[in-house]
């Protein structure tokens, strides 16, 4: 007994519709045995492709030139720190304003008074 009996009929080859009408089952077409025939395929076994390595992966942990992300002067920093513990300023404006302090400095070789008070103006409500 190595037949295998139909999955769909349970192997007495009747299939009961939903009007209550016995049928011959579409499966096995009434032989009861598993058919090979409209059975249930495997079609999960299509392997995944291997992992494709990330393009350009490795190039972004490259030691870049080192960039600054704080002022080298005393003023700018000082500044940078004036920002940096201003709470009415959102995060990105205070990396902007950094940005600004250190490419100030960049540009002029220390932060001018002028600059600083540029700089103050934004990060301060304009109440004086
Ligand atoms: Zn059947």
Do not use: Y
């Not at 080192?66 to 404006?93: H, M, R, Y």
Request: charged letters at 25%.
């Amino acid at each position: 007994m190595a037949a295998e009996s139909c999955g769909i009929c349970g192997g007495d080859g009747r299939f009961a519709n939903s009007f209550g009408n016995q049928t011959r089952c579409p499966s096995c077409h009434g032989t009861g045995r598993k058919s090979d025939e409209g059975g249930l395929r495997d079609v999960t076994k299509t392997k995944p492709s291997h992992h494709k390595p990330t393009p350009g992966a490795g190039s972004n942990r490259a030691v870049v030139v080192e960039k600054q992300t704080w002022p080298s002067t005393f003023e700018g920093g000082q500044l940078a720190n004036e920002v940096k513990a201003c709470a009415t300023i959102s995060n990105d404006t205070k990396s902007k304003l950094t940005r600004e302090i250190i490419d100030h400095e960049a540009t002029h070789g220390n932060c001018t008074q002028t600059f600083i008070k540029k700089i103050r103006k934004q990060i301060r409500p304009a109440t004086t």
